[in-house]
């Protein structure tokens, strides 16, 4: 909310997920801003089990802040053998005749870097004081004056800021707010991608499926099928995603329960015996069943005061295991942006935020396009690679080389510069920067 007593850039930010609270984070290095984060939620909370940061994205952290990067290094886990020291994941076949043998492995600077995501958001909160985020605030609409935005909420009440921050997820309101009658446009589609999701203690999966694989990282790549799995919990923990790539459709709420394994059995009929152990992990009840939803590629990541993040801006299918990673470097961008902005006018934010918008949403598309390539890889269609064992290790392994080599902090001192450039355009002309209108 509007602070009366403190002068400075009032940011509020709708989201209080991995996205939402790093944006907060580094906010609040800047003592001309007063962020609030609204949570539609009673509790600070995180959908899912397993979270994987490459390269790229723990520099972003911490860019934002070295506190947050020392609570993600102290829950981190790798993997566990010393021959898969450095290694992100290594791929291998799942079916077909070279079933059970290696394709490649991709390597980095960091290895496999693996954290329960929920007790990852539980250390990131704690650096947050507790007086600026309200819960229990779900956004309905937003309107814009001269002057400010205001913020209508689910329960009746309201809030007014200079600016939005939407880091809502991939069913994103403010998204819609951003829309405005086009919003139907840009909301996620099915991406054909449904994953069975568990979690195992790590001596039951030794005892399943060997110790190599339960206490390392793979991606199993099968007929129109993919599995990762990769060991959380400082190694008690054995956690695993096997997908079916080619679904037409999806009915019900996008996250449901199965205790059917004759489904999973199904799904992953084609796997070899040498594999079938790993998908035989899945035989427990209240497996989780996920539909993995894709946003087509939005025009713009903000419409004159109000902007959108992380997945609420490009969330895609987790192949790259990047979700997470380019959320933080879209909250690293837009605090620096901000940052910089000298004048709480609408003229400023919006250099801001084209800024922002400028550097961060191509690089999050291509992400988005790239991941569903490897869809197509992994689940071994591809036109032009198949199962061909070598055109397969050539399209996987420097895939990730464009994604972790980026230099994050650079793209912000970028974003800060177009933001700069258009506002001395602006002041030479003697006008507005004039708001950006959402493509037909």
Not at 66 to 71: M, R, V
């Amino acid at each position: 909310m509007i602070s009366a007593a403190k002068p400075g850039l009032d940011v509020a930010i709708i989201g209080g997920g991995i996205s939402g609270i790093c944006a907060a984070i580094g906010l609040l290095k800047y003592p001309n801003i007063h962020v609030t984060i609204y949570e539609a939620s009673e509790q600070f909370s995180e959908i899912g089990a397993g979270l994987l940061l490459g390269p790229n994205a723990k520099r972003a952290l911490n860019l934002i802040s070295p506190k947050a990067h020392e609570a993600y290094t102290q829950l981190q886990t790798g993997n566990m053998h010393p021959g898969h020291k450095n290694t992100w994941y290594e791929f291998r076949y799942s079916t077909g005749p070279h079933a059970g043998e290696r394709i490649t492995k991709i390597q980095s600077e960091t290895g496999q870097s693996s954290i329960h995501r929920a007790k990852f958001l539980d250390s990131l909160v704690r650096l947050v004081p507790k007086e600026i985020a309200q819960l229990g605030k779900a956004l309905e609409s937003i309107e814009e004056s001269d002057d400010d935005v205001t913020l209508y909420f689910k329960d009746g009440t309201t809030a007014k800021a200079h600016c939005v921050i939407g880091a809502d997820g991939v069913h994103s309101q403010t998204r819609r707010c951003i829309f405005k009658d086009s919003w139907q446009k840009y909301e996620p589609f099915f991406s054909g991608v449904v994953g069975f999701r568990a979690l195992l203690p790590m001596d039951e999966a030794r005892q399943v499926i060997g110790d190599e694989v339960a206490m390392n990282s793979f991606t199993h790549c099968g007929k129109d099928t993919v599995a990762a799995s990769f060991p959380i919990d400082f190694g008690q923990t054995f956690n695993i995603i096997a997908t079916t790539t080619a679904n037409k459709h999806w009915e019900g709420p996008w996250v449901q329960k199965t205790s059917d394994f004759s489904e999973i059995q199904e799904a992953f009929k084609e796997w070899s015996p040498k594999t079938l152990p790993l998908i035989k992990a899945l035989d427990r009840p209240n497996i989780l069943k996920w539909s993995i939803w894709q946003l087509p590629e939005i025009p713009t990541t903000f419409r004159s005061r109000v902007c959108i993040i992380g997945d609420a801006a490009h969330a895609t299918v987790p192949m790259h295991a990047a979700g997470a990673g380019q959320a933080i470097e879209d909250a690293f961008v837009i605090a620096n942006v901000l940052g910089n902005v000298q004048v709480q006018d609408r003229k400023h934010i919006i250099a801001a935020f084209r800024g922002y918008d400028k550097i961060r949403r191509p690089r999050a598309q291509l992400n988005g396009r790239l991941s569903l390539e490897a869809v197509e890889i992994f689940s071994l269609r591809q036109p032009g690679v198949l199962d061909d064992p070598e055109a397969l290790e050539n399209a996987i392994e420097h895939r990730m080389d464009w994604l972790w080599n980026r230099d994050i902090a650079l793209e912000a001192e970028q974003a800060c510069l177009i933001m700069d450039n258009i506002l001395q355009r602006s002041s030479e002309l003697g006008g507005s920067v004039g708001v950006v209108k959402v493509l037909e």
